[in-house]
């Protein structure tokens, strides 16, 4: 699939409504016009951090943008599902995006841990297998690595319980830092049969086979969607990205949705429609409630 610029849209196609955004892409306006038609079958899938929460160099301070609870809340009775899906732990997700205890947010799940944890908010609670051995042993080598490596001032570790990241942002270069740091850890995740996830100026070693595609992918069969919206912003949601292409292939339409950003254009390029930000994200959920009316 191309860039927004590089699939203007066909001006023969109309828009489904006039108040929503056109995607760039045929796929998108036939993912687009399968949720306006058939609402209580589609699955809202939305990562959190640059996609709901805006990006900030200190991941604890992270919170969703002040109207995504009311945006989604009012999404959410209307569709059939909306779910968070995010590589944080499903329980640090829902107390940073101030999900629980919402009214029309009472069927909103949380898939953390790239879907190993699910959070529902009908019952408050996570559920999740015992975490990988692995992750330990890689949480005790990783100071030794580190300074070993010369990772420098400003490199820091966020401890996430199933998963361990190091963080460049605060670095003198994140991006020389992140360098530097992706080969090391890859072979320190490889010993201990964890992966490296990359993302925006972080590197996360986790456990395999689990990601947000496999998460979207189980969850939209669960629900029996038959349209799926999947919007994100980094390199971890390209899973997802693969999983709505599969469902398109399988006859399940989809839109996938991009918040843009300059450091991250690959989602840019596979997206049907991009969007600017979190802000972007909220008025393209509030713009779908308004036209499910």
Aim: a negative charge; glycine letters at 10%; one cysteine or more.
């Amino acid at each position: 699939m191309g860039s927004q610029d590089s699939h203007a849209a066909d001006s023969t196609t109309p828009n489904p409504t006039p108040s929503l955004p056109t995607p760039a892409t045929q796929a998108g306006r036939d993912g687009l016009a399968a949720i306006l038609a058939r609402p209580r079958s589609a699955v809202i899938a939305l990562d959190f951090d640059g996609t709901l929460a805006p990006i900030v160099p200190d991941p604890d301070q992270a919170r969703a943008h002040p109207e995504a609870v009311p945006a989604i809340a009012a999404l959410a009775p209307k569709v059939a599902a909306v779910a968070v899906v995010t590589g944080r732990p499903a329980d640090v997700a829902v107390r940073h995006g101030g999900f629980a205890g919402v009214p029309g947010l009472e069927h909103l799940v949380v898939l953390g841990h790239y879907g190993a944890e699910r959070w529902e908010a009908a019952t408050g609670t996570v559920t999740a297998p015992p975490p990988h051995p692995g992750v330990a042993a890689v949480r005790a080598e990783l100071p030794g690595l580190l300074d070993r490596v010369g990772a420098g001032h400003g490199t820091w570790v966020e401890e996430k319980g199933r998963s361990v990241a190091v963080h460049t942002r605060r670095a003198d270069d994140p991006q020389a830092a992140f360098e530097l740091l992706r080969e090391p850890l890859t072979d320190l995740a490889a010993r201990h049969g964890l992966i490296v996830e990359p993302g925006r100026m972080v590197l996360e070693l986790r456990p395999p086979g689990m990601d947000k595609g496999v998460a979207l992918l189980d969850y939209a069969r669960d629900v029996a969607a038959t349209s799926v919206l999947y919007a994100g912003d980094d390199l971890g949601d390209l899973s997802a990205f693969a999983t709505v292409d599969k469902l398109r292939s399988d006859g399940v339409p989809g839109l996938l949705v991009c918040s843009g950003s300059s450091e991250v254009t690959e989602l840019a390029e596979r997206a049907d429609l991009v969007v600017d930000g979190p802000a972007g994200v909220v008025a393209l959920l509030r713009e779908l409630a308004e036209n499910l009316d």
